[in-house]
T-cell receptor, first 110, second 112 residues
Framework: QQPVQSPQAVILREGEDAVINCSSS?????VHWYRQKHGEAPVFLMI?????EQKGHEKISASFNEKKQQSSLYLTASQLSYSGTYFC???????????FGGGTRVLVKP | NAGVTQTPKFRILKIGQSMTLQCAQD?????MYWYRQDPGMGLKLIYY???????DKGEVPNGYNVSRSTTEDFPLRLELAAPSQTSVYFC???????????FGPGTRLTVL
């Protein structure tokens, strides 16, 4: 089942923060985050395994709450380069395929 | 390392034609995937493979076929192309399911 991402779109000024949520109706083993710029392939950001860990990539970090079956991606002090569409991918059990959410469009303005 | 390569980059097909989208990786990854992405939408898994000789269906396999005779190559076959198959097709590979997926540059397919 496809995870649900919210919001669908967000517009930020440079330096502002944003949170993107990814929720599933099923128990999750891992959550993956990717960013895709217009006309390009998705690029990996991070993977979180069940256990409630938090990870970071530059000023982008994420958390995973396995009890709530959801993950959040935090964009801190956003930069123009953060613009793009962010996708979460969820894995229900080890070795299973990923199911991607519908994406969240992020536009960072000067 | 070239990573994941896909050919062709663009293709226009007529309804009913067939074609093969090529995908190759040089990272010795066991896992390979084919996704389609419709405009403004997310990625839908078509087929995937966990190793040479092993393939399985994803969410949207109808109208497609795959084979995996080597670790490096994972071609996607479209039989009897339909307008609904107009999309961007991405191939990806990963070491395991909890490692990052490396995506190819994509093939933009239009069926008229």
């Amino acid at each position: 089942q496809q995870p649900v991402q919210s919001p669908q779109a967000v517009i930020l000024r440079e330096g502002e923060d944003a949170v993107i949520n990814c929720s599933s109706s099923k128990a999750l083993y891992s959550v993956h985050w990717y960013r895709q710029k217009h006309g390009e392939a998705p690029v990996f950001l991070m993977i979180l395994l069940k256990g409630g860990e938090q990870k970071g990539h530059e000023k982008i970090s994420a958390s995973f709450n396995e009890k709530k079956q959801q993950s959040s991606l935090y964009l801190t002090a956003s930069q123009l380069s953060y613009s793009g569409t962010y996708f979460c991918g969820t894995e229900e059990a080890a070795g299973n395929k990923l199911t991607f959410g519908g994406g969240t469009r992020v536009l960072v303005k000067p | 390392n070239a990573g994941v390569t896909q050919t062709p980059k663009f293709r226009i097909l007529k309804i009913g034609q067939s074609m093969t989208l090529q995908c190759a990786q040089d990272m010795n990854h066991n896992y390979m995937y084919w996704y389609r992405q419709d405009p403004g939408m997310g990625l839908k898994l078509i087929y995937y493979s966990v190793g040479a000789g092993i393939t399985d269906k994803g969410e949207v396999p109808n109208g497609y076929n795959v084979s995996r005779s080597t670790t490096e190559d994972f071609p996607l076959r479209l039989e009897l192309a339909a307008p609904s198959q107009t999309s961007v097709y991405f191939c990806a590979s990963s070491l395991t399911t909890v490692h990052e997926q490396f995506f190819g540059p994509g093939t933009r397919l239009t069926v008229l």
